[in-house]
């Protein structure tokens, strides 16, 4: 089976810059997450979708982040404009239902670097 | 609000030592605890999980009980190897809030 897929797997841009990333979940997942991990921290959840309604986006910055998941599949996190203290690993995760006991499948993650 | 506190690493240890790692939770209510493991190179990847108190998680010789009297679920190994360096995270759910609450890591790097 296979797992959740990301890319790019690295991106560096500068401040001020736009920046894109896709998720593909495992094929018949309905939720979807993600998640936001800065060095040195655990990960924090950015955005949940379930198909493709938004169930939580309560602390996804939305005057600078937005996310999209078209058809219930494939997702896009979109960051514009850039800030330094955006650097850091954006992990996108699946599963099959959403329930708070649903194992949670994580792909590799784009780390992305801010100048 | 909720939150979870692990051990702060990095810690190492040789082959065959017992491993634990120590995670404790604030929350109101009863969550759902996990661990998840981050080996190099690779992404995060459940290990074990408990849904109700007393509950024991186990997996790849690594178990966790839920105690809802110290509010922990502490990670335990009783002989670790070389493969088993990894970062390891302590996590929370709950039922409705279904997001995963993590903590913020421990490096563990076995020696041979």
């Known amino acids: 089976e296979a797992g959740v897929a990301q890319s790019p797997r690295y991106k560096i841009i500068e401040k001020r810059q736009s920046v894109a990333f896709w998720c593909n979940p495992i094929?018949?997942?309905?939720?979807l997450y993600w998640y936001q991990q800065i060095l040195g921290q655990g990960p924090k959840l950015l955005i949940q979708?379930?198909?493709?309604?938004?169930?939580?986006d309560s602390q996804l910055p939305k005057d600078r982040f937005s996310a999209e998941r078209l058809k219930g599949v494939d997702s896009t996190l979109k960051i514009q404009p850039a800030k330094l203290e955006d650097s850091a690993v954006y992990l996108c995760?699946?599963?099959?239902?959403?329930?708070?006991?649903?194992?949670?499948?994580f792909g590799p993650g784009t780390r992305l670097t801010v100048l | 609000g909720d939150s979870v506190t692990q051990m702060e690493g990095p810690v190492t240890l040789s082959e065959e030592a017992f491993l634990t790692i120590n995670c404790t939770y604030t929350?109101?209510?009863?969550?759902?605890l996990f661990w998840y493991v981050q080996y190099p190179g690779e992404g995060l990847q459940l290990l074990l999980k408990?849904?109700?108190?007393?509950d024991k998680g186990s997996n790849k010789g690594f178990e966790a009980t839920y105690r809802k009297e110290t509010t922990s679920f502490h990670l335990e190994k009783g002989s670790v190897q070389v493969s088993d360096s990894a970062v390891y995270f302590c996590?929370?759910?709950?039922?409705?809030?279904?997001?995963?609450?993590f903590g913020a890591g421990t490096t563990v790097t076995v020696r041979a």
């Open positions: 995760a699946s599963s099959l239902e959403g329930t708070s006991t649903d194992t949670q499948y």
């Open positions: 094929s018949g997942h309905a939720t």
């Open positions: 979708f379930q198909n493709n309604g938004v169930v939580d």
């Open positions: 929350a109101t209510g009863y969550p759902s």
């Open positions: 408990a849904t109700k108190a007393d």
């Open positions: 996590a929370l759910s709950f039922p409705n809030d279904y997001k995963l609450s």
